[in-house]
């Protein structure tokens, strides 16, 4: 009779463990979502840091291309100036202040992006028949850089190795 009731004690002990859950499997579970978690943070705050960099580069190219069409619209000439980093603005202004009700324009980079290795600081959009100097400017966020790109016609374009949506430079 003892024998049996120490079978019963040890199969009713098994099955209780059996329940529920260990505390190292508890930690291995808490580890792997950790990491998990970490992990996705990490390409979430990426993948934000793009989105930004993207979102002003296209204000950037409207800004241009918007002092540029004002130019060939009124015959006027607007001076583009670069302001590199830690100020990070362009500034368009206009030469014969008769003609334009603004002095000038200023156009400011979101936080977090700076506006980089320029070859030129200043530039003039003008005139129907105008050719410029190639040039290039380069905007970074973080470890993401996009080179604008304005060619001898006016043209206005973006490159980025890092970035699919634009062309490879």
Do not use: D, W
Not at 18 to 24: C, D, P, R
């Amino acid at each position: 009779m003892n024998s049996n009731m120490e079978i019963s004690l040890k199969s009713k002990l098994e099955q209780e463990s059996e329940l529920g859950i260990s505390l190292l499997e508890m930690l291995i579970v808490m580890m792997i979502t950790s990491i998990l978690s970490y992990l996705s943070i990490t390409t979430y705050q990426q993948y934000t840091h793009q989105r930004q960099l993207i979102h002003s580069v296209r204000e950037t190219i409207a800004f241009l291309s918007y002092q540029r069409q004002q130019a060939l619209l009124f015959n006027i000439k607007i001076k583009i100036s670069l302001h590199l980093s830690p100020s990070n603005k362009v500034v368009a202004m206009p030469f014969p202040l008769r003609y334009s009700t603004e002095k000038q324009t200023i156009f400011r980079l979101a936080s977090g992006i700076q506006l980089k290795q320029s070859t030129v600081s200043n530039f003039t959009f003008g005139g129907i028949r105008q050719t410029l100097r190639p040039m290039s400017f380069v905007l970074q966020h973080s470890e993401s850089e996009v080179k604008i790109v304005i060619s001898s016609l006016g043209r206005i374009r973006a490159c980025s190795q890092q970035i699919k949506v634009f062309s490879p430079c």
